[in-house]
């Protein structure tokens, strides 16, 4: 099992940039692939990122491809979203995930969340 803290979100202008960061508890955070998701009012959750166990391996949703970057470090049980030139359709709250399988866009697929935290971009 694992627990996970989001931190890192706040309000930017249009073509800024924030770094979301995921701290992780557990022994086993190594074992699991994480994710980002992302959920606007009034719509579905949205994948975001991935990246598999080792960090070799990434994988994003087409409407942050090029402007964000999943990253982890095993040894501090971290994960962090860089988001750059960011845009007001990115306002969200961004959660963390972690899941057991590599290769899934569903958030169905991912066993363990946290709180979220709120991004907010103004034009």
């Known amino acids: 099992q694992v627990q996970l803290v989001e931190s890192g979100g706040g309000l930017v202008q249009a073509g800024g940039s924030l770094r979301l960061s995921c701290a992780a508890s557990?022994?086993?955070?190594?074992?699991?692939?994480m994710g980002w998701f992302r959920q606007a009012p009034g719509k579905e959750r949205e994948f975001v990122a991935t990246?598999?166990?080792?960090?070799?391996?990434?994988n994003y949703g087409d409407s942050v491809k090029g402007r964000f970057t999943i990253s982890r470090v095993n040894t501090k049980n971290m994960v962090y979203l860089e988001m750059n030139s960011l845009k007001p359709e990115d306002t969200a709250v961004y959660y963390c995930?972690?899941?057991?399988?590599?290769?899934?866009?569903?958030?169905?697929?991912?066993?363990?969340w946290g709180q979220g935290t709120q991004v907010t971009i103004s034009s």
């Open positions: 995930a972690a899941a057991r399988r590599w290769g899934t866009r569903s958030h169905w697929e991912y066993d363990y």
């Open positions: 557990g022994r086993t955070f190594y074992s699991y692939v």
């Open positions: 990246i598999d166990w080792t960090g070799d391996n990434t």
